[in-house]
């Protein structure tokens, strides 16, 4: 299965490389992001994209075709853990790794975990994903997110959803690499009515997974202090291992400037 998974992830990323499959969204990515000093150099490099997608189709295929085994805690995470499976919790996440392995480690490790997911456009595609996240026990809601999420905390539970995409509309902002991107308003709005922990959850590419302390006392400008933290990590984590941010495929700073074939 392994050597099957690495040969599909060369053939695929081979494929999406030779036909420039999301190169204009990501060349603009890199071109709106790339003014920071401390943006990562191997973004920059001819054969990023090709490493991009190779690490993108190896976690497809473990999703799609594999079962997975459950990460191994960080030492410094299991004090957070005990957090979120006691009590009401946010966890906001980022298209970095495989975050539906992360997911799905933390239901089976006791946490109550219910996650936002918009809909595939095309049915067909759709319906394959909702099977899939069966199989692996990972517990979506795809409409009227807010009112679930908002019940789902005052029921003591773990809600969690990724935080780094565009939210047309926000008139919330924060800045990742210098860059302006809009936020989802849902974190404030749950907060504001049901205070509680917030982390950030990731799987690291060594198959260890973290959780960050973000918020938990919410005087003064919490807001701002949340959105800053959050992009503070995700800024590492980008810095440290930019092939495995799928968001770089995503066109994320539509408020910046205009995307290829894209509406503004």
């Given at each position: 299965m392994r050597i099957l998974k690495v040969l599909f992830s060369a053939i695929l990323a081979t494929l999406l490389f030779l036909t420039g499959t999301r190169h204009n969204v990501l060349r603009r990515n890199l071109a709106l992001m790339g003014r920071s000093q401390r943006f990562p150099r191997a973004a920059t490099t001819l054969l990023f994209p090709w490493k991009l997608g190779f690490y993108l189709a190896n976690d497809l295929f473990s999703f799609v075709f594999g079962r997975f085994s459950s990460p191994r805690m960080s030492s410094r995470s299991r004090r957070h853990l005990e957090t979120l499976r006691a009590?009401?919790?946010?966890?906001?996440?980022a298209h970095f790794h495989n975050w539906e392995r992360q997911a799905a480690s933390l239901r089976v490790a006791g946490v109550n975990l219910l996650g936002a997911a918009r809909p595939l456009r095309a049915p067909w595609a759709d319906r394959l994903l909702r099977q899939v996240r069966r199989r692996h026990g990972i517990a979506v809601v795809t409409h009227a997110v807010p009112r679930a999420a908002l019940r789902h905390l005052r029921a003591g539970g773990c809600f969690g959803l990724l935080?780094?995409?565009?939210?047309?509309?926000?008139?919330?902002?924060?800045?990742l690499f210098e860059a302006p991107a809009a936020l989802n308003p849902l974190p404030f709005f749950l907060l504001e009515r049901r205070p509680c922990p917030v982390y950030f959850g990731i799987?690291?590419?060594?198959?260890?997974?973290?959780?960050i302390p973000l918020l938990s006392r919410f005087e003064g400008d919490w807001p701002?202090?949340?959105?800053?933290?959050y992009h503070r990590v995700l800024e590492t984590l980008i810095r440290r291992r930019p092939e495995y941010w799928y968001g770089f495929l995503h066109a994320r700073f539509k408020a910046l400037g205009k995307y290829p074939g894209h509406r503004a």
């Amino acid at each position: 299965m392994r050597i099957l998974k690495v040969l599909f992830s060369a053939i695929l990323a081979t494929l999406l490389f030779l036909t420039g499959t999301r190169h204009n969204v990501l060349r603009r990515n890199l071109a709106l992001m790339g003014r920071s000093q401390r943006f990562p150099r191997a973004a920059t490099t001819l054969l990023f994209p090709w490493k991009l997608g190779f690490y993108l189709a190896n976690d497809l295929f473990s999703f799609v075709f594999g079962r997975f085994s459950s990460p191994r805690m960080s030492s410094r995470s299991r004090r957070h853990l005990e957090t979120l499976r006691a009590g009401p919790s946010l966890l906001l996440c980022a298209h970095f790794h495989n975050w539906e392995r992360q997911a799905a480690s933390l239901r089976v490790a006791g946490v109550n975990l219910l996650g936002a997911a918009r809909p595939l456009r095309a049915p067909w595609a759709d319906r394959l994903l909702r099977q899939v996240r069966r199989r692996h026990g990972i517990a979506v809601v795809t409409h009227a997110v807010p009112r679930a999420a908002l019940r789902h905390l005052r029921a003591g539970g773990c809600f969690g959803l990724l935080w780094d995409q565009h939210a047309p509309g926000s008139p919330h902002e924060g800045r990742l690499f210098e860059a302006p991107a809009a936020l989802n308003p849902l974190p404030f709005f749950l907060l504001e009515r049901r205070p509680c922990p917030v982390y950030f959850g990731i799987l690291l590419p060594g198959g260890e997974s973290r959780l960050i302390p973000l918020l938990s006392r919410f005087e003064g400008d919490w807001p701002r202090r949340l959105e800053r933290r959050y992009h503070r990590v995700l800024e590492t984590l980008i810095r440290r291992r930019p092939e495995y941010w799928y968001g770089f495929l995503h066109a994320r700073f539509k408020a910046l400037g205009k995307y290829p074939g894209h509406r503004a």
